[in-house]
Every structure is written in C-alpha cells, then in structure tokens.
C-alpha cells in the first residue's frame, strides 16, 4: 500500500506565502517524479511544478518565480513554497508521484487527498 499524506493548506491574503508538504510511504523501491497539480473549480486539473529522481523541475508558467519545488530523498517528500499568493492560485493542490513498487513492477501515479489552498483580495 502506497500513501500520499499532504499537508500545509490554509487561508492567506494576497501577498502571502504557504508552504506544502507531501510524504510518500508505504512499500515502495523506487520514486521516478514528484510534483503538485492544481485544480480549480470548473477547471481542469493542471501541473504546478514537478521535480525528477535526477532533480531536474519544471514549473507551469504561470507559477514560475513565485513558486519552489523541493524534496527530501531521505523523508520520501517534497515540498512547495509558494510567496506572492495571487487569488488566482485558489484551488485544491494535489500532491502526485510516480512509483515503482518492485525491481520488476511498472511505474505507477499516485495522488494526495488534496489540501485546500484559498487567496482572499
């Protein structure tokens, strides 16, 4: 059994920061990607920021600049630091890994619960 725990969302005004934790557990030998998405209401589900085994991350356009993606090996979890919060980045953030379970096993997505985060004007 694989688990996605997240932590972190909240209420903040315009300008603020908030930072999510996401840890992995469970049986696992191999975590290729870890990354956020986003969902809006009446909107799709987009990518936020994603971040390699090899450590290479990408950031959605819209973020860059404003938001920091970063792992810890050790703890099985990565983080998002998110500054200069915009009412626009409202939605629900989801915490997403590609996992391989076994030496032998395919690569496998799984996602968070889901933790609110809401920027009031």
């Known amino acids: 059994q694989v688990q996605l725990v997240e932590s972190g969302g909240g209420l903040v005004q315009t300008g603020g920061s908030l930072r999510l934790s996401c840890e992995v557990s469970?049986?696992?030998?191999?975590?290729?990607?870890m990354g956020w998405y986003r969902q809006a209401p009446g909107k799709q589900r987009e990518r936020v920021a994603e971040?390699?085994?090899?450590?290479?991350?990408t950031y959605a356009s819209s973020v860059s600049g404003r938001f920091t993606i970063s792992k810890d090996n050790a703890k099985n979890t990565v983080y998002l630091e998110m500054n200069s919060l915009k009412p626009e980045d409202t939605a629900v953030y989801y915490c997403?890994?590609?996992?391989?379970?076994?030496?032998?096993?395919?690569?496998?997505?799984?996602w968070g619960q889901g933790t609110q985060v809401t920027v009031s004007s």
């Open positions: 997403n890994a590609d996992i391989s379970r076994t030496y032998y096993s395919g690569r496998n997505a799984y």
């Open positions: 469970g049986s696992i030998f191999a975590i290729n990607t």
């Open positions: 971040v390699s085994r090899g450590g290479t991350i």
